[in-house]
């Protein structure tokens, strides 16, 4: 660019200035997928991921060969860290619907600067959440009987059960998530093409080539894209209602009490973006330190999370408040004995790490200091996404242990392969987020630039 | 008899259906041993198409020879290598193989049964009359069998002695024990001894055997018997004659009956009888340290009895039913049913008998120390009321511990109350001159010690291992020269034995038997012995040298007998009738008792450290530990522990306080200077210090399953049990070890102490039990009443007919037309068959017949003692088991649960594959190859009766050694793979079964009806229900207005097990009813259901 055009023209002095700006961007995001070494500590954290991931291989193949019996899992605990896991991960994929879709539709425009991360972390989470329904089942491999398919057996699915309706409700959610993470991401991807190319990597060009899918910039291109983002994202929203809600159906349609309420929907939505939000600031938090992306990811746009963190951590405390009302409201003896027993049974120990996570933690978030301290930030975070597994926890394990029948009551406690699976799932959602960071555009460029000042320079009136 | 003979057609078999009597000849006739070249050339069949067929024209042989062309295209390939001849060749030497491996069939040639046996029909099952003995006890049985191989064992419906009705509408019923039941599992125990051994442990062959026995005639008179009871008529002609030969017979049963003789022999001026209960005449029942449902010989009967005049309609009129007082120290099944149950320690039966004595009989009072006390004068004195108004309507019975002082009481107690001819009566018991048990083993131990026994036969029995500690049974046998243990295993006896020979299982051999009341029952085999062995009386009749089979032994006792009945008519029906022993009218004799012990007086404060009684109590998995290899009966929880695989000391919640004695923890127990390690099993209502110490665990040559050298299971309580404190024994102490040790069981695998302001040191407190919200539902899931309530108030319903939740129960009912339900899903409406089941509260002992009945039928797997602790039980019923009331004198109800067949069935409904789903008869089903294994159902269900297969349970039967147990499974019934949920079915292949009978009996004439048409009431009758003694559990169908289920179900005592949550369950339950004496109570349990 000629600088002496440029210091002329006040329009152009700014124009340039704007330019130098987006180029800074490019570069800034570039430079992670670019550098020729990856950092220390991602190789570290890659390690880690990686043994945590190969330790969770080893415990679904002993699982598969063996049977559920390896895990805690007993013929009155059926269901425990294998859902509890599925819900959790489900709900930590929600902020990044959230922040992609219903932020977008309500032009929050902070969201550019997290949306493509928490969409990736969408999709790992629900890759992770996905793994348990599946696995949990006592013969995995007839699993496909749960897809509706023409077959020679004449059977068909039960669908008046609410795991049918997970099934649609989840693969939906995932294929919406893929197809918006991807498709937000083909510009971008374009633009490391154009990089690679430019500095002569073919075999990298020729990769993001392929997956840009020939984008070549153009108006009407970006017209169509833009549609298209639109769509998706009035597409992705409700669903960011619907799939918890479906979820929480496992639980609420059951006759269980504590499990059998009908504020479940709702309430795990609230849950699961509470989670999700925790979960992109775990994650976030030490990217942005460590790829040096805090003047994009602003403290701004921390602490905006940080205040759905505490309007949806209160709703979840109101839900918990509400549960225990209508329990005593109800005059139902086993649905009031079953949430005495989650506050003081043997499980006291889950009812009271969730309450605190989720209810008491949160109200750090009252005072902007702490809003502005990315390393408390982080802490809290870490407790709530604790809170909540151990909300999750708390609903299925405490309900089914002492459900009507006293006879039958029962404990449950994890086996090595229950740890070693959910430490496996969190090795492979992390493999593939720093996998991501390293290869993949981690911000949307071009998003990012469309809501930089600069971008509106001309608009100043 | 050929082998093949034994093998398919044992004697007057019964058809699954009918029991006509098949007076077919003997098949052995019709088979042709010749070779096939040479027979005649008559068509098998015997009919014949034509003149040429007749004439046997070659192309006319091939149904004979089975070609599939005429013999001269084969010819065409002469080859020896062709690929025809290949196959030939192959299929011959696998075939042969396999014959070269089956041990059974080397004696003889098999042939294929050219005619199918008149009686047999493949798929169908026969049924044949046998029996089984326990501890000298005969019981009849019905076994079932399937092809040739035995597959279940129940009770048998005909047998005089506790068979017949007793829910009215039933005359064919019979109950069996779970031992009964179980035994059948070491039939094809691959642990059982198969070969004989000498020289403590080297193989040896029954030619040896042979040998040996026939160098002992020379001198029988210096060989002594040691056998186990037996009340078999040949085994006591078979000893008459070899006691006349100058053999020494002993006889020993660690768990014996001998203080009962000894007492009418006081009472009665030695006379040895037996006195035998009439419970269904009794308004007044008491039994002093014995359990009647569980460990009396006649429990069978006596549980049948009870409950005949338990029930409100049942022998005692319209209204009334009996009332139990149960005196004793160890809480058993017959405290859990009792009206008025005093814990008391055992060495107090006897100024407790004397007390009654003293009120009723005027006999010698008990110091004043005993009677003082509170609660003891409160129950003596409502007690002595009753039993003066009830005279001829009362007993009173005491058990095996009590000392024969305490019997010849109880027999001047029941005098005064003019029980016998009423409600008791006495018969001679057979033997009555034998050396009681105790003390002929004391003898015979005495005699080995001393070196004066040569040549020791002991037949059955383990003495190493149970008799009393003192006598060092093991260390004398090593002074016999020549010591021979006939044995179904090689246990601890047969290792120090010198020989070792292997005994046939009871299914396998002849032999009879005669129940409690005398009835002879005859025991026929169903199958050759898998592994070789003798029975008992084949040994003795080898060592006579006379060697018969036991066929003609147990024919020529029978003949000897002199009855009536025909050989065929009592194989058949398995017992000859009318050979129970008469009743005789002795007459009393005064007698003095011993003086009482300082801790016998009084103070059942007394809990301290060596003032304590150790209580020596039968174990409910392994009887005496002779069970001690049967996992069907380790995992079949007790009565009232409910624990598993593990024997214990039971010791009272309030003593174990005192002692610091904890739940799960190891204590020491010692006696003299005998000690013994065991957990400890706080259990409330236990005597205050009292430690019930269950015997039969910690077997060292039990087999895989029961204990070997390296691996026992449970703890051997034997060490402590000396001739002295042989029953029970005083002055022990307990202390704890600090070890802790969780025992498997089913129904507190949660800890215990970790509820809402529980107080640690006391378990099953009552702040505990308010603490689990436990009070508030029992009275919803139990419901239970008294009999004054039922019989004052007329309107009194076990569910209420108003209110919330009965308006949903009867929703859609058909007697309340236009109230529709209140379901999401539309209602099924039910054309044919609507299955159902009522189980009676107030008649389930908790005895377990129906849990072992139910693993046998439905190939129900076991899962082993550390997944119980994990919670993984498999059992398709259970009994669920509640206290109510104080630590110090709870009630107990036992209620069975199996699948509810809920008609709104929750788990249906959340099954995303369809693999549960309901049939049109009101069964929820289960379609194991559909099912994903997502557990859901199980969730949802909200009796948790679902059981999901969280491994393969069936693993180790494909291991070579254990193929043999594949044998017992029942074909009906599909074995279940890993990763699929099972649960109750009502025994729905029974259903099918008896469904295809009426069709084809239909079809070929019989009454007319279709497929989904009435059956006679009672035509399916489910495991659980077959084998329960106090029919408590009645099956059919509910379209069928007057059967059985139906008026159950409409009973005023009906109730559905949590009818809130609208399932609509096909079971009901009905109330338990008790009938507490209004004069006591203060001590009679809380009444509770709705009134």
């Known amino acids: ?461 | 008899m050929s082998q093949e003979e034994e093998l398919h057609a044992p004697d007057h078999g019964r058809e699954d259906h009918g029991h006509e009597d098949h007076d077919h000849e003997d098949h052995a006739e019709h088979h042709d041993d010749a070779p096939l070249a040479d027979l005649p050339p008559t068509p098998v069949h015997g009919y014949w198409k034509s003149l040429r067929e007749l004439e046997g024209a070659a192309e006319f042989q091939v149904g004979r020879t089975g070609h599939e062309f005429p013999p001269e295209a084969d010819q065409a390939s002469k080859d020896p290598l062709s690929r025809r001849n290949f196959f030939q060749l192959m299929g011959a030497s696998m075939a042969l193989a396999g014959v070269g491996a089956c041990r059974r069939y080397e004696k003889e040639e098999i042939v294929p049964l050219a005619r199918r046996p008149e009686d047999q029909t493949p798929g169908i099952t026969q049924q044949y009359a046998t029996a089984f003995e326990l501890g000298g006890v005969g019981h009849g049985l019905l076994a079932t069998a399937f092809e040739g191989r035995p597959i279940k064992l129940d009770g048998n419906p005909e047998h005089p002695f506790a068979s017949g009705g007793i829910v009215p509408g039933t005359a064919r019923h019979a109950g069996a024990s779970t031992f009964a039941q179980a035994s059948i599992l070491h039939l094809y125990d691959p642990d059982r001894s198969q070969s004989p051994t000498s020289n403590h442990g080297t193989g040896s062959s029954m030619e040896a055997v042979r040998a040996a026995f026939s160098d002992l005639r020379a001198e029988l008179a210096k060989v002594h018997v040691l056998s186990e009871a037996t009340s078999s008529p040949t085994a006591r002609a078979l000893r008459t004659e070899l006691i006349g030969k100058g053999v020494t017979w002993h006889e020993y049963e660690p768990l014996s009956w001998d203080n009962e003789r000894a007492g009418t022999r006081i009472a009665f001026g030695d006379r040895s009888l037996r006195p035998l209960a009439k419970l269904d005449r009794a308004e007044t029942i008491v039994t002093l340290d014995c359990d009647i449902f569980i460990d009396h010989p006649a429990a069978l009967l006596y549980s049948r009895d009870f409950a005949r005049s338990r029930r409100q309609s049942g022998s005692l009129g319209i209204g009334k039913m009996n009332r139990l007082w149960t005196i004793e120290s160890v809480f058993t099944s017959t405290g859990a049913m009792a009206d008025h149950r005093l814990a008391l320690r055992a060495e107090q039966g006897l100024p407790f008998a004397m007390a009654l004595d003293a009120a009723l009989a005027g006999g010698v009072s008990p110091p004043a120390e005993f009677l003082k006390e509170s609660k003891v004068e409160k129950y003596l004195k409502v007690l002595v009321d009753e039993l003066k108004q009830n005279k001829g309507k009362a007993v009173v019975i005491a058990g095996r511990r009590q000392p024969a002082e305490v019997h010849a009481l109880v027999a001047r107690i029941n005098d005064s109350i003019g029980a016998p001819g009423n409600t008791l009566e006495y018969v001679e018991d057979p033997d009555g001159d034998r050396p009681a048990h105790l003390r002929s083993i004391t003898d015979l131990a005495k005699q080995m010690a001393a070196g004066q026994v040569g040549t020791l036969i002991m037949i059955g029995g383990n003495p190493v291992y149970d008799a009393p500690a003192d006598l060092a049974f093991g260390a004398a046998l090593k002074n016999v020269k020549t010591s021979i243990h006939l044995h179904e295993y090689r246990n601890e006896t047969s290792q120090l034995a010198t020989w070792h020979v292997p005994r046939a299982h009871f299914l396998e051999a002849w032999g009879d038997v005669r129940t409690w009341d005398g009835t002879i029952t005859v025991a026929q085999p169903l199958i050759a012995p898998l592994y070789g062995g003798l029975s008992a009386i084949e040994l003795c009749s080898l060592l006579l040298g006379d060697e018969q089979n036991g066929q003609e032994l147990v024919q020529t006792a029978h003949k000897a007998l002199g009855h009536d009945a025909p050989w065929k008519q009592a194989v058949h029906d398995g017992f000859v009738a009318n050979t129970r022993w008469s009743a005789v009218q002795p007459s009393l004799v005064s007698f003095q008792l011993p003086a009482l012990s300082a801790s016998q007086q009084g103070g059942s404060l007394r809990a301290a450290n060596g003032e304590l009684e150790v209580v020596f109590h039968p174990s409910s998995f392994t009887y005496d530990g002779r069970f001690a290899n049967n996992a069907w009966l380790w995992e079949t929880p007790d009565f009232m522990t409910k624990v598993t695989w593990d024997n214990y000391a039971l010791v009272g919640a309030n003593t174990a306080a005192a002692l610091g004695l904890e739940n799960d923890t190891i204590i020491k127990v010692k006696i003299g200077d005998r000690e013994v390690e065991l957990p400890c099993y706080t259990i409330p209502g236990q005597a205050k210090g009292s430690i019930g110490l269950v015997l039969g665990g910690g077997r060292t040559a039990a087999g895989r399953v029961g204990g070997t050298a390296t691996r026992s299971v449970g703890w051997d309580t034997y060490k402590v049990r000396t001739t002295t404190g042989w029953d029970f024994a005083t002055k022990a102490t307990a202390t704890p070890t600090g070890k802790s040790y969780t025992l498997a069981n089913i129904q507190e695998h949660w800890d215990i102490r970790t509820g809402i302001g529980s107080r640690p040191e006391i378990v099953h407190d009552e702040v505990h039990v308010n603490a689990e919200g436990l009070d508030e539902r029992l009275p919803e899931l139990i419901r239970e009443t008294t009999n004054k309530t039922l019989n004052d108030n007329r309107s009194w319903r076990a569910e209420e007919a108003e209110g919330f939740f009965n308006d949903l129960a009867n929703a859609g009912n058909k007697d309340r037309p236009g109230e529709g339900g209140y379901s999401l899903f539309k209602e099924k409406d039910y054309q044919g068959h609507r299955w159902a089941m009522a189980i009676d509260l107030s008649t389930c002992t908790g005895c377990n017949a129906c849990m072992v009945a139910c693993q046998a039928e439905n190939n129900v797997p076991v899962v082993g003692r550390k997944e119980v602790i994990n919670n993984r039980e498999m059992s398709w019923i259970r009994i669920d088991r509640y206290f109510k009331g104080s630590v110090e004198d709870p009630t107990v109800v036992h209620q069975p649960v199996g699948c509810q067949h809920c008609e709104q069935a929750p788990c249906e409904q959340v099954c995303p594959v369809g693999a549960t789903t309901h049939s049109d008869e009101g069964l929820n089903d289960m379609a194991y190859n559909r099912c994903i294994g997502t557990r859901y159902c199980a969730n949802n269900c909200p009796y948790k009766v679902r059981r999901f297969n969280f491994l393969d349970w069936n693993k180790e039967w494909r291991e070579a050694r254990n193929k043999v147990r594949r044998l017992l499974f029942n074909p009906d019934v599909t074995v279940r793979m890993r990763g699929v949920m099972e649960k109750c079915t009502f025994c729905v292949q029974r259903i099918q079964n008896a469904k295809i009978r009426t069709k084809a009996a239909v079809r070929s004439g019989g009454e007319p009806g279709t497929i989904n048409g009435p059956m006679p009431d009672g035509t399916v009758e489910t495991a659980c229900q077959q084998a329960c003694p106090t029919e408590a559990i009645v099956f059919g169908d509910l379209s069928d207005k007057d059967s059985r289920v139906a008026r159950l179900h409409d009973d005023r005592r009906s109730y559905a097990l949590l009818p809130e949550t609208y399932t609509k369950p096909r079971n009901r339950f009905l109330a338990r009813i008790r009938n507490p004496n209004p004069n006591l109570v203060a001590l009679a349990p809380q009444q509770g259901g709705h009134e």
């Not at chain 1, 870490?382 to 404990?411: D, K």
């Open chain 1, 1 to 461: 660019m000629s600088s002496a055009d440029a210091t002329m023209d006040p329009h152009h002095v700014e124009a340039g200035k704007a330019r130098e700006a987006f180029r800074a961007v490019t570069r800034d995001v570039a430079w992670v997928a670019e550098a020729p070494r990856p950092h220390k500590a991602w190789l570290a954290a890659l390690a880690v991921s990686l043994i945590l991931f190969a330790g969770g291989v080893y415990s679904i193949y002993v699982l598969v060969t063996t049977g559920i019996g390896v895990w805690g899992n007993s013929n009155t605990v059926c269901w425990a860290w294998d859902i509890t896991n599925f819900v959790w991960w489900i709900g930590i994929g929600h902020a990044g619907t959230l922040i992609s879709a219903v932020l977008y539709l309500t032009r929050q425009t902070w969201r550019v600067s997290i949306n493509r991360s928490a969409e990736a972390m969408t999709i790992f989470a629900v890759m992770c959440a996905g793994l348990f329904p599946l696995l949990h089942t006592g013969r995995p491999w007839f699993a496909w009987w749960m897809i509706p398919h023409p077959n020679d057996m004449q059977m068909w699915p039960q669908f008046r059960s609410p795991l049918m309706w997970d099934v649609f409700a989840v693969s939906t959610y995932m294929t919406t998530s893929i197809l918006f993470w991807y498709m937000g991401m083909v510009p971008d991807l374009a633009t490391f093409r154009d990089r690679c190319a430019a500095k002569g990597d073919a075999i990298r060009a020729i990769i993001y080539g392929s997956l840009s899918l020939g984008w070549r910039g153009s108006a009407r291109q970006w017209h169509r894209y833009e549609r298209a983002y639109l769509i998706l994202a009035g597409l992705a929203t409700p669903l960011v209602f619907s799939v918890h809600s479906v979820v929480s159906f496992d639980f609420a349609t059951a006759q269980l009490p504590g499990w059998h309420t009908t504020i479940f929907p709702p309430y795990f939505v609230a849950g699961a973006i509470f989670s999700g939000f925790a979960m992109v600031f775990t994650l976030l938090i030490p990217a942005r330190h460590l790829f040096n992306l805090k003047h994009i990811i602003k403290d701004e746009h921390v602490e905006a999370a940080c205040k759905i963190m505490l309007a949806t951590g209160m709703m979840v405390g109101l839900a918990y408040a509400s549960e225990f009302f209508i329990a005593w409201y109800s005059g139902n003896l086993f649905e009031r004995f079953t949430f005495i027993n989650r506050a003081f049974g043997p499980f006291w120990w889950a009812y009271f790490l969730m309450v605190s996570c989720n209810v008491l933690v949160p109200q750090a978030f009252w005072f902007k200091k702490v809003r502005r301290t990315p390393i408390v930030i982080f802490v809290l975070c870490i407790l709530i996404n604790v809170g909540m597994w151990c909300e999750r926890f708390v609903i299925i394990a405490t309900s089914l242990a002492r459900a009507f029948l006293p006879a039958q009551w029962s404990y449950y406690s994890p086996t090595r392969y229950d740890i070693g699976l959910f430490a496996g799932t969190i090795g492979l959602f992390f493999t593939l987020f720093l996998l991501f960071f390293r290869f993949a555009p981690v911000i949307a460029i071009s998003e990012v630039k469309g809501a930089m000042p600069e971008a509106h320079a001309g608009k100043k009136h």
